[in-house]
T-cell receptor, first 111, second 113 residues
């Protein structure tokens, strides 16, 4: 779904580095989400936002922070990356809070 | 909070056969149940969903059924094809929990040609 884009698509970094993953959408949806996917663990919610001024922690927010710069942009930051944050990260959007539409994902490797 | 479980973790069927994938959920307040398909290296894609006021929904070869009393819902794929091979995730959301989706761990479906 080209309406939700993520940058970068792949990133290799070192322990202790600050990393920002970006998500943009042209769907006009107010709700945006960041998920982490690890093999065999499904999708775990990191943070979610219902609008620019409403940001909420998900089930695994420790070690992460987010910024909602505009309705269309939602960024995820790792302030000091550690190896167990190596994972596939997905952004998603929703108009109603029900159906969610995912971006293509960012594969992050922390050495 | 909500807990969603999928069993088994893998399923293999012969092309042309039907496949049924079942999920259970714990929160009786949950009212929305989507199914996502994720092909290798791709994003999860919504393939069908159902709300709690409906017992069954169909879309061509796929259908979802919901049993609120037993708190389980199932994905049915008929006339399976090799391109149906993927990981399938179920999820549930509750208005009490800000309508956040809680995902199951996924099931790998393999369709043998």
């Amino acid at each position: 779904d080209a309406d939700v884009t993520q940058t970068p698509r792949n990133r290799i970094t070192k322990t202790g580095k600050r990393i920002m993953l970006e998500c943009s959408q042209t769907k006009g949806h107010d709700r945006m989400y960041w998920y982490r996917q690890d093999p065999g663990l499904g999708l775990q919610l990191i943070y979610y936002s219902f609008d620019v001024k409403d940001i909420n922690k998900g089930e695994i927010s420790d070690g992460y922070s987010v910024s909602r710069q505009a309705q269309a942009k939602f960024s995820l930051s790792l302030e000091s990356a550690i190896p167990n944050q190596t994972a596939l990260y997905f952004c998603a959007t929703s108009e109603t809070g029900y159906a969610q539409y995912f971006g293509p994902g960012t594969r992050l490797t922390v050495l | 909070g909500e807990n969603v479980e999928q069993h088994p973790s893998t399923l293999s069927v012969q092309e042309g056969d039907s496949a049924v994938i079942k999920c259970t959920y714990s929160d009786s307040a949950s009212n929305y149940f989507p199914w996502y398909k994720q092909e290798l290296g791709k994003r999860p894609q919504l393939i069908i969903d159902i709300r709690s006021n409906v017992g069954e929904k169909k879309d061509q070869r796929i259908a979802v059924t919901l049993n609120k009393t037993a708190k389980h819902f199932s994905l049915h794929i008929t006339e399976t094809q090799p391109e149906d091979s993927a990981v399938y995730f179920c999820a549930a959301s509750s208005p009490v929990a800000n309508s956040k989706l809680t995902f199951g761990k996924g099931i790998t479906l393999s369709v043998r040609p």
